[in-house]
């Protein structure tokens, strides 16, 4: 590892010291040769450092306590939990060290990653691939489905297991919004009717990105317009239309779009103090939880809309130079249980739909999923799914956030 990259990974707090012993000592090659038990046996007295997301508190308390306990409790794995604030700090670590020579000792075990970032590791050879059908769990995953095989049109291939899925969705207060914008056309509008009552976190803020592409698919007409391999002439022609609609309504943003919120949760921080009538998320679930939390008021009502909302899968990757590959499997494997996604699927814990197919599950956990009540402000995961619309590829987002920057953020 060069210093520059020690530096810059202490001085994000993401520098991790491997564990050493021998679940350093397998490779992915070997681990694929081995048997589920062999792979226990391996990881056990182990650790294992897991990368994510770390800007919500319950899917933290989630990922620390439960699957924690679960790795200590049941096959003696610490799981150090390592907050990012966006996943391509992860990514750029595995880069780095790669690039500096670091291909068995990393600081990275695994990544809570989709999108452009899985195909970034994927092209660039960080992913350790070709184990999935090692994890016993991996049963219960529907490969066949085209939106779990690929992601975000990259083929996983081996390469990552899914977690959850999530589909964007609306909320607003019934206590001061009588009629919310219930499609893009009616969102613009409502946002010149109602100044300052309206923002999005900037891209490439995950949930402003994703509400940026909504607006590109409204200018090009419909995403069937958009799906396959980029096209250069066809992005040319709907990002004008897509920046020329974001510019015209800047001056009709909270604070006249001078500044936009860095993440989600400053976002809903702006909703909750009445600042902005509107808010969003991928995650709709999180309505719920954050009237339960006191953060929003009851009266908040999480809603699709009628020209669809953006759903896509959600997996977790393990780099190329894991140290300790055996550990982060069976962390993969507790994820992919029953018992873990029904758990997260619990609206006071999380509210995640599954990844898994719940009937693939033994007769005890179905019923469990059959007994949960979600929470009535969330708008139900199969009314939003009437009218899911597909993500694009990785390379289309990547150039929608590219171009945002250049031509509406600056």
């Not at 595995?94 to 994927?122: C, H, P, Q, Y």
Request: with cysteine; hydrophobic share 40%; glycine share 8%.
């Amino acid at each position: 590892m060069t210093q520059n990259l020690k530096a810059a990974l202490l001085a994000t707090g993401l520098m991790m010291t491997p564990v050493a012993g021998v679940a350093d000592t397998a490779d992915g090659a070997a681990l694929n040769a081995m048997n589920w038990d062999q792979v226990v046996d391996l990881a056990k007295g182990g650790e294992v450092n897991w990368f994510l997301w770390g800007g919500s508190d319950n899917i933290n308390q989630y990922v620390t306590e439960f699957v924690g306990g679960i790795l200590k409790d049941k096959y003696d794995i610490t799981l150090n939990r390592v907050g990012l604030s966006d996943t391509v700090e992860a990514v750029n670590i595995v880069l780095g060290e790669k690039e500096a020579g670091v291909l068995d000792s990393g600081s990275v075990d695994m990544i809570w990653i989709n999108g452009e970032n899985f195909r970034t590791m994927k092209q660039g050879d960080l992913a350790y691939c070709g184990y999935t059908d090692i994890l016993p769990n991996n049963a219960l995953v529907d490969w066949n489905n085209p939106a779990i095989a690929n992601d975000f049109g990259v083929p996983v291939e081996g390469c990552e297991v899914p977690w959850s899925k999530s589909q964007f969705a609306f909320a607003y207060d019934t206590a001061r919004t009588e009629n919310p914008p219930r499609s893009i056309p009616e969102l613009i509008d409502w946002v010149k009717a109602n100044p300052g009552k309206f923002t999005y976190p900037a891209p490439p803020d995950f949930n402003g990105s994703v509400f940026v592409r909504h607006v590109f698919y409204h200018a090009a007409g419909g995403v069937e317009n958009l799906l396959g391999d980029f096209d250069q002439a066809r992005f040319d022609e709907v990002s004008a239309k897509t920046w020329a609609i974001l510019n015209n309504l800047e001056p009709y943003l909270w604070r006249e779009g001078k500044t936009y919120p860095a993440s989600i949760s400053a976002m809903e921080q702006l909703y909750a103090n009445s600042e902005v009538d509107l808010t969003f998320n991928y995650e709709p679930a999180g309505v719920g939880l954050n009237i339960e939390n006191g953060v929003f008021p009851p009266t908040t009502q999480g809603y699709g809309l009628t020209d669809g909302t953006i759903g896509n899968t959600n997996y977790t990757i393990i780099p190329f130079n894991s140290p300790n590959k055996a550990a982060a499997l069976v962390l993969q494997n507790v994820l992919l249980s029953g018992e873990a996604q029904h758990q997260k699927a619990l609206p006071t814990v999380w509210g995640a739909a599954p990844a898994i197919e719940v009937s693939r599950t033994s007769d005890d956990v179905q019923a469990k999923f059959a007994k949960i009540v979600k929470h009535p402000n969330v708008v139900p995961a199969e009314e939003l799914a009437k009218a899911a619309l597909p993500e694009l590829q990785a390379s289309w987002i990547s150039a929608i956030e590219k171009g945002w920057l250049a031509n509406v953020g600056q």
